[in-house]
């Protein structure tokens, strides 16, 4: 592998760097992610119940006890929405307050999901540039040697064609697997978006539901 590296000339310098920061991107974002494995199913069906049950303080709690994304964002809802009805507030002003709420917050978890996933597109755009960059770099010292040895042979011309072929391929190595990654970490980000809108839904419309319920007045009779 060094000998590879050592024939490829000068632009195998930032290829072997935007190896390194591909593999610890892709390491670092596979154990944060780790948590969107999580089935929420389980955590969502427990605080539709609380909150079917008119427990607020309670699926505050749960949210707070659940190491999930998406109880992050649910549990700044749910704070709006205990801050409102405190207050005495109309049912379409919580409703909007719990919404805004939950809207202000989701981007900062989401943000915090695709931390660092830029840069795997970011060196699957510029690896194979360094390696067109060795191609042309190579081919030059193939025809300075040519120049310099007055004529054309086979061994004069093997080093240069040699480092711009390795730096191509090394370009190319390096680029697939970063474009796969980031085409799956992305993946990942955007199921758990399109499941946080789903859930946000059902807990808008549980809490406006409660409010509802909880501001009518018993009739006398």
């Given at each position: 592998?060094?000998?590879?590296?050592?024939k490829g000339?000068?632009?195998?310098?930032?290829?072997?760097?935007?190896?390194?920061?591909?593999?610890?991107?892709?390491?670092?974002?596979?154990?944060?992610?780790?948590?969107?494995?999580?089935?929420?199913?389980?955590?969502?069906?427990?605080?539709?119940?609380?909150?079917?049950?008119?427990?607020?303080?309670?699926?505050?709690?749960?949210?707070?006890?659940?190491?999930?994304?998406?109880?992050?964002?649910?549990?700044?809802?749910?704070?709006?929405?205990?801050?409102?009805?405190?207050?005495?507030?109309?049912?379409?002003?919580?409703?909007?307050?719990?919404?805004?709420?939950?809207?202000?917050?989701?981007?900062?978890?989401?943000?915090?999901?695709?931390?660092?996933?830029?840069?795997?597109?970011?060196?699957?755009?510029?690896?194979?540039?360094?390696?067109?960059?060795?191609?042309?770099?190579?081919?030059?010292?193939?025809?300075?040697?040519?120049?310099?040895?007055?004529?054309?042979?086979?061994?004069?011309?093997?080093?240069?064609?040699?480092?711009?072929?390795?730096?191509?391929?090394?370009?190319?190595?390096?680029?697939?697997?970063?474009?796969?990654?980031?085409?799956?970490?992305?993946?990942?980000?955007?199921?758990?978006?399109?499941?946080?809108?789903?859930?946000?839904?059902?807990?808008?419309?549980?809490?406006?539901?409660?409010?509802?319920?909880?501001s009518q007045?018993?009739?006398?009779?």
């Amino acid at each position: 592998m060094w000998e590879y590296i050592v024939k490829g000339g000068i632009c195998m310098v930032p290829l072997m760097l935007c190896s390194i920061a591909m593999v610890a991107v892709i390491l670092e974002r596979r154990r944060s992610l780790e948590v969107l494995r999580a089935d929420p199913a389980p955590f969502r069906d427990q605080l539709m119940a609380l909150l079917r049950q008119g427990d607020t303080d309670g699926a505050i709690r749960l949210c707070e006890q659940t190491p999930l994304p998406i109880a992050e964002i649910l549990v700044v809802g749910l704070r709006r929405y205990r801050q409102l009805k405190s207050l005495g507030r109309p049912d379409d002003q919580v409703e909007q307050g719990v919404v805004k709420a939950m809207e202000d917050h989701a981007p900062y978890v989401v943000n915090n999901l695709e931390k660092y996933i830029v840069v795997l597109v970011t060196v699957g755009n510029i690896a194979p540039l360094f390696g067109f960059l060795g191609t042309v770099t190579g081919m030059i010292r193939s025809f300075n040697d040519i120049a310099s040895a007055g004529g054309m042979r086979p061994e004069i011309v093997a080093t240069g064609i040699s480092e711009a072929l390795l730096t191509t391929a090394a370009g190319l190595f390096i680029a697939i697997p970063a474009f796969i990654a980031y085409n799956h970490f992305t993946t990942r980000v955007k199921d758990f978006v399109l499941n946080m809108e789903v859930t946000s839904a059902e807990l808008v419309e549980a809490v406006v539901e409660q409010s509802r319920t909880g501001s009518q007045t018993p009739q006398s009779a």
